[in-house]
């Protein structure tokens, strides 16, 4: 039987989609394969793996999510810069393999590893040495070296307990170890996602430092620009946030997401498929997926 033949189309929203989640090749802690045994294991039926600024696990990922018979979803997750904030904007969907998304994301890499030795150059000025080179050993893709890999180092060395109290302490605006960064504009990030036939969806809006007229300003803008989705079910939510969400994605015309954004079993929150389901009135962006895996 085939792998859409297995899921009933009929109901989306009892269609279990994990739709967001890192592997090695950012910064997550598991291979794409482990991903997909574990994202398979808890009854994951639409799998996206969606890394930061990086389409160099998809190839991977969707073989081993064909061997345990889940559907799945080619994603990527931007770095953006709007309104000197940094947001994430997901791309489901998308060609991944000399599309215009591959090529622009050289551009969003680029940058990164000099970012990285600044941010260390701040730590030493605090009296912590050599970060950049400790938290090279937690990284799996060269070209993307991230604050995550920062974290996980000074834990390791017992700086901080936990990643938490890193981000609270360091690597966060104000704090020693912030660097700014210019990333993609939203603009750029929305084009090489339509333009490689994909779906772009607002990642964990929740998350970002704007008060309401700016996130309605995001919104219009977003959906202008050919914006698809906005995530409303998400390991970075809390259930307050679902039903907000749930409320801006009805009144926006924006398809309703749902995703972990897991990062590794022991820093997240939400395991991988392990999330509520869309509140009522939400449409599911895997809305009209059934005629793509017919
Ligand atoms: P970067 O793309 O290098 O700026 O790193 C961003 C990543 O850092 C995010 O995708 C998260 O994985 C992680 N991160 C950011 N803020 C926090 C936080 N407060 N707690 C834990 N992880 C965080
Ligand atoms: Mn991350
Ligand atoms: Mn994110
Ligand atoms: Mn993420």
Redesign the pocket.
Known sequence: MSKAAQINWSDPHLINADLHC?STTS?GTLTPEELAERAAANGVQIWSLTD?DEVGGLARASKAAAEHGMIFIPGVEI?VTWSAV?L?IVGLNVDYVNSPLENGLVSVRNG?TERAMEMSRQLERVGIDGVYEGALKFVGNPNLI???HF?RCLVERGVCKD??EV??RFL?PGKPGYVP?EWASLKQAVQWILDSNGQAVIAHPGRYDLNPMQMDELVTQFVKLGGEGIEVVTGSHTTDQYATYARKSVRSGLKASRGSDF?GPTESRVNLGELPRLPDGCVPIWDNWGKLFS
Request: aromatic residues 6%.
């Open positions: 890192h910064d930061h770095s940094t994430h990164r991230s604050r995550t974290a990643i938490r981000f609270e966060t960064h990062h």
